[in-house]
Structures are given as structure tokens and as C-alpha cells.
């Protein structure tokens, strides 16, 4: 959730209110007009406002409502077609919540991870493309990597904190048919929206409303992965957050206390007590986290080894890799037991 390039594509984090702010909406015009002039209009009425990625927002709802992903996807002379009143008066009433500075995915109602389209409604967090590295790189490892602690002989377990919409473990478990995953989040909104992305993968997930701090360990087996995209900005920063972010977001998705690892040694704490013994953790965080996160494993939780830090596609440090490995209390009590 890189607030750096905090635009259309990346646009999210915190909720005030699911009202949508009031503004001062253009009325609607008296004849009929093609698709090709609604968007254009709005385009330009979005640029005069302030709006962010008025090209972008213009299309991505015209689109929409022409039952298509994007413009480019439209069958050719759609666009040069008029709109029915019915269809101008949507167009009218989604650019208006646009207007309003609600992210263009809540405007929609839904946005494309990956491979799945999954709804989206505020307050619950919106998936970021950086999220989508992170599910290659577990992806990666799952495959590749036996010594994980997953080969592709066993039934891997997946754990992910802060669910959100499911985005995370949705996609790996697409992609993945021997997976089977847990999914939790102190939101009941987040919880609600994932059981409603499941679609056929709900017999292989499970979905729990729990903060990270309640016995989450009670809930399953050792699992081969825990994979978390937390709140991870520092508090001071929250209040800078553009209006689209600001707005209609869950504060809760994105504030990571003072230091921006609250939630993060909350989870690397239990982690151990969660994994089966070389199974991982997968964090998304922010590119100043790698170092300090290495520094407290090392002086705080001995039985997880932090195995690499990964960067994003921007060349950020963005992704950290651990370890669980047993304690030296373990090790020596085995040693003591074969001889």
C-alpha cells in the first residue's frame, strides 16, 4: 500500500464515513449525448475539480457501464453510440460519487486482482498493485521451494492477516489447488465482503473476525505460510493522505502506530507459535521497515530467522521473507532424545 504513487491505481486508506461528501454536481444535459461525449464531459468537469486521473476515472466508469473492463475493450463504435436516459443518468450519478473523491473501484463496485474480480465498498481496503508482487512472490516460493517448509506433495496451509476484500488469499488459492487457507480480520466489514468474493474457492477457505492480538493459535494447525499485508504507515503520516484516501477508507488498514510496526511485531511475535517448523512469513511493508524488522526478530523472537528482504517492481524494499527454525531449547532436547 505505497502511498507514493497514492493515485487511481493505488488509491486507498482511511474511512471517516460512508456518506459521500456532497458537490456540486453538473445537471444533466436536456438531449441525448454518446458515450464518447459523457466521458469527455466528465473527463474535463473531473480536471476543472481537482479530481484525481480525470482520464482514467472518465473511462474506467463509462466502461463500466457499458459492460466492459476498460475502454480498450469496448466493441469498436460503441462508443460513437447515444446513451439511453437510463444509462445517462448512471453515468451522471457514478461521476458525481467521483466527484465526491470516492475511489473510482467503490464507484464501480468492484476491481480486477490479478487474475479475479473482486467487489469492492468502502470502508473495506483496497487491493494495491504492490499487493500483487507479494502474491507472486508466496506464489513463487510455494512452487519452487521445498525447503519452505511446502512441497507439492503436502496440503499447504496459508494464514493471512487482514484479509480485507480476500485478494490475497483468493489468489493464491486459485492458483494453487492443494492449498487450503485461513483468512481473519478485526473488521466485519472486510470479513463479510471476502465470504462474498469466495465464489468457488469457499470450501478451501476459512474466514474468522479476529484481531491478531485474540487466540488466533487456537484456531488451526501449524500452517506452511502466514502472509500479511498490514497497516504498516506511520501515524504521523495519516493525516497528509490525499481526500480519496482520507475519506472512505478504514483508518484501521492502514495505521501502524508510531513506528509503522504495531500490527507487524504483533504478528511476527505469534508467528512462531502459528508455523509449522520451516514454514514462512511473507510481509508487505514499508521500504524503511526491512532493516528494523531484521534488527527486532534478531534481539526479540528467537525462533524466527529473517531469511531476505525483496524489492518492488520500483526497486523499494518492500517485501520481507522469515523463517520459522527451531529454539535452541528445541534443538538441544531433540540432540538429548536420539542419544
Known sequence: MDLSSMRLWTLGGVWVSHAVHTCNAPVLPAG???????????KKHFERTGVAEPDQSSQYIIAHLLGAKTIESLEHGKLAEFLSHEKTEQMWKLCTKRLSRMPVQYVIGEWDFR???LKMRPPVFIPRPETEELVELVLTDLEMKPE???????HPTCLEVGCGSGAISLSLLKSLPQLKAIALDQSQDAVTLT???IMELGDRLQIYHLDVLTAVVGLCSPVSVLVSNPPYLFSEDMASLEAEVFRFEDHSALDGGKDGLKVIKQILTLAPRI???HGRVYLEVDPQHPLLIQRWVKENVEELRYIETRRDITGRPRFCILQKEKSNQDRELAFGLRN
Request: overall charge negative; charged content about 20%.
Open 275 to 277: 508455523l509449522s517448523n
Open 195 to 197: 465470504a462474498e468474493n
Open 115 to 117: 487474475d479475479l474480480t
Open 32 to 42: 441525448r449525448i454518446t458515450a464518447l461525449q459523457a466521458m469527455d464531459f466528465w
Open 148 to 154: 519452505t517448509g511446502v512441497s507439492v506433495d503436502t
